[in-house]
């Protein structure tokens, strides 16, 4: 539930790095959360303007690729780094909003749900 709180005033909310596969991530994602599947092999060279002072947490879909991605930054000089403890499963099962790239919400909308569309299981057959 952290990821909902806001900030305190003039903080730099936490970067979000989802390592997920491409279609994993436009499936559905974390709104602003940044596309980086390279992280889990060392690859940071995306988000290395990103990440320095911030900081960083890491998302996969169970919570166990994102801690390679989550080791890869801290050796890439990530002084903040964080791994989201049971990944999008558990996101989405504490009710956290997500988004499918076709809906991304508008810049500067806020991790904690504003303007994000909130999937709780339901398809065009309701």
Not at 35 to 53: F, N
Not at 95 to 121: F, I, L, M, W, Y
Request: charged share 15%.
């Amino acid at each position: 539930m952290w990821l909902f709180t806001r900030p305190p005033a003039g903080a730099e909310p936490p970067l979000l790095v989802d390592v997920r596969t491409g279609f994993e991530y436009n499936w559905f994602h974390i709104p602003g959360a940044v596309h980086a599947p390279g992280v889990i092999w060392g690859d940071t060279h995306a988000i290395d303007a990103k990440i320095k002072g911030r900081t960083v947490v890491v998302v996969c879909m169970t919570g166990h690729r994102s801690q390679f991605g989550a080791w890869s930054l801290i050796r890439h000089g990530a002084a903040d780094v964080r791994n989201l403890e049971w990944g999008m499963i558990g996101w989405l099962l504490s009710g956290g909003p997500v988004v499918s790239s076709d809906q991304e919400p508008a810049a500067g909308s806020a991790v904690n749900g504003t303007n994000a569309t909130q999937r709780k299981g339901t398809d065009e057959n309701g």
